[in-house]
């Protein structure tokens, strides 16, 4: 990129679901990417959460779920080129009672892999 050409935004996801659960227990659920309906369900429920946060298109949409202990999270995505995406959670370092969750939702015709997971 020469200095004449604008700097390209972030990515971001097309769609967030955000909340707050009392399960502390939930922290067996991993930074992860999920890719398929069947995994997205088994991961609320992991959470305490009763019903799904929010609808995902598997066909055409994958997720970055991540969680903490913390009041606040959020991410952070880097392009890094060839249908790469570099997704991170930043969270505050407050521990709090219960945990929080963060779901970015991503269009798998945008990228080929998120976080080194290949998106079929």
Request: hydrophobic share 40%.
């Amino acid at each position: 990129m020469s200095a004449d050409e604008p700097a390209k935004p972030d990515p971001a996801p097309v769609r967030e679901f955000r909340g707050e659960t009392e399960e502390e227990n939930a922290t067996a659920v991993p930074q992860s990417v999920i890719g398929a309906a069947q995994a997205y369900e088994d991961a609320w429920k992991v959470l305490g959460l009763k019903e799904s946060p929010g609808v995902v298109d598997f066909e055409k949409e994958v997720v970055f779920l991540a969680t903490t202990r913390g009041s606040r999270i959020q991410l952070r995505c880097r392009d890094e080129g060839e249908g790469k995406l570099q997704v991170m959670a930043i969270a505050t370092r407050d521990i709090r009672p219960g945990l929080r969750y963060l779901i970015g939702v991503f269009l798998k015709k945008d990228w080929q892999e998120v976080n080194g997971t290949s998106i079929p």
